[in-house]
């Protein structure tokens, strides 16, 4: 997740259908994907430098174990370059801490010039890409670090609840905005802030395809959903307000408009017909 709703948009393109084939590796390339990213989890601590996050990431998915690993995995965002950026993602990992919604840089100083490094009571979200076979996984957590304010905590477990939400819209011949307006009625019921400029997106064959797949919106609107298509779901709920901002500094993190925390939770998903099986796990 890169690119604002308008981006997404203007990039549009035609909506992928995944065959067995490519959903059976997604599938061995989500449980590795999952695996990592409990691994990444676990290391969460006051005082751990965020490189080291990184260099975990790197190595887990080099190293790889379980069914289906060849010695090729690689990390989707490393190097890559979306629409608009003026250079490469320079990591595999995307660390963004309290006020910063997505996209952090974990291999690059703070906003200070100084070294990222985790402090007790700071939020933690890790997004990792990641392409087994060619094919290509999203998804996301938020984890606090040490002992967390009563506030940010409840923050994490709603944003979470609303993911599940999300999938549980989920319907061959609903509509996309089905999962959007269900996140979005999680959100709402405790007053968070809904980023609207950043989305969920159909992933698989490219880190990006269509459809958008926004947090907010009409059952009635966006693209059907259909069996095989794989999207990316990842509701972004803010503490305060909804609006964000750019960091021009680093030309990638984008943070909340009054500083308040935000928090990110995401899963690739393929739609069935009966309604969504989550990848990521």
Known sequence: ?????????????????????????????????????????????????VIELENTARRLISEGTGSGFDGSDKPAFLDYQPKGASRPYPAALCVSINDEVVHGIPNEPD?????????????V?????????NLITDAAVTVAVGKISDECAKLLKVTKESLMAGIKAVKAGK?????GEAIERVALAHGY????????????????????VP???SAKK???LKPGMVIAIEPMFNLGTKKIVFDNRDGYTFRTADGKPSAHF????????SGAEILTV
């Open 111 to 123: 906003k200070n010039g100084a070294e990222k490094v985790l402090k007790e009571g700071d939020i």
């Open 215 to 217: 947090n907010y919106g």
């Open 125 to 133: 979200s890790m997004d990792l890409g990641l392409i087994h076979k």
């Open 266 to 273: 995401e899963h690739t998903v393929v739609i069935t017909k």
């Open 175 to 179: 509509r996309v905005g089905a999962i």
């Open 1 to 49: 997740m890169w690119m604002s709703g308008l981006a997404a948009i203007l990039r549009s393109k035609m909506i992928s259908i995944k065959t067995k084939e490519d959903i059976a590796i997604l599938r061995e390339g989500g449980k590795r994907h999952a695996l990592i990213l409990r691994e990444l989890a676990k290391m969460v601590r006051p005082g751990l430098p």
């Open 193 to 212: 802030g809904v980023v609207e400029d950043l989305s969920g997106h159909g992933v698989g064959y490219e880190v990006h395809e269509d459809p958008y």
């Open 222 to 224: 966006g693209a059907i």
